[in-house]
């Protein structure tokens, strides 16, 4: 099967061992810079230019989508999906899981614990949202953002009215109840077609609350509970992603969800876990590609 992967990193350790799983696994695998495609409408259908060719279309894509090439990887995603080309992911899951809101308030729906969170107008009142939260500390988060950079905690009524002033409505915030209790320490789940398939526990480095590998998090093997298993793999299916990285938090109330990534880094997980992931993926993207033949 020829196997596209969308990427922008030829060389990043994630295409590296998407492309040898690939092969490894008897395939041909195909890296296309999705920043460099250009769709073509017109009375011919859908058409995809590649550095001013046309595209040879692919058995099926692996979309690797950077944070900031979301609306464009999207629409080159939905032009695969009208010509058929099965993927990892759905040009939707990936539109909804780099909201944060959009992903917390589905979650919320299925029943997915999430800490309490606050989507404020920028007029609203300070003292009540300090109170739907729990009080300080509070953490006051972008609506896109990434590596921890848009996550603030945040100490004082001041502090709150001076960062929620600063929202624009291009840029807006939401303001979260503060996990004291997971210590900085959260969990990264990878979940692959249904199954968890590795886990690691990050740890913030000293004096930090985020514990993000970028923010100087390290990080460990780690053994989910059945509950966190199944609350991954819940969160995943919730936001209909075929591959997912879930992080949760352990709080006094049991597991909470705290995002969901949908191009989640390989490099720390497989490091850390000793698990071929991008195996796993191939061999997801191996089931997709056979089911629609199928129906052919
Ligand atoms: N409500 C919260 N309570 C406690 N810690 C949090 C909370 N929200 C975020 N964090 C910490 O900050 C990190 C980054 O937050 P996250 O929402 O995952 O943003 P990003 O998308 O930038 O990774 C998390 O991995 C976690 O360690
Ligand atoms: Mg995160």
Known sequence: MEIAILTRGPGLYSTQSLYKACIAQGHIPVLVDYSRCSLLLGKEGAQIFYQDKQLHIPDGIIPRIGATFTQE?????????????????????????????????????????VPVTVMAEPGANIRLIEEQVGGFPCIVKALESTHGLGVKLVHTHQELKQVLE???????????????????????????????????????????????????GVAYNAKLTPLGEAVAIRAASALGLGVAGVDILESNRGPLVLEINASPGLEGIQKVTGQNIAGHIVRYMERLILEKDEEE
């Open 166 to 216: 600063t929202m624009t409505r291009e840029e807006p915030y939401f303001v979260q109840e503060f996990i004291a209790e997971s210590k900085g320490e959260d969990v990264r789940v990878l979940v692959v077609d249904g199954q968890v398939v590795g886990a690691m526990k990050r740890v913030a480095r000293e004096g930090e609350f985020r514990s993000n590998l970028h923010q100087g």
């Open 73 to 113: 990887g999207a629409a080159l995603i939905r032009h695969f999906e009208w010509l058929k080309v099965p993927a990892t992911l759905p040009s939707r899951a990936l539109v909804q899981a780099r909201d944060k809101l959009h992903s917390l308030q589905r979650l919320t729906k299925k029943g997915i614990d």
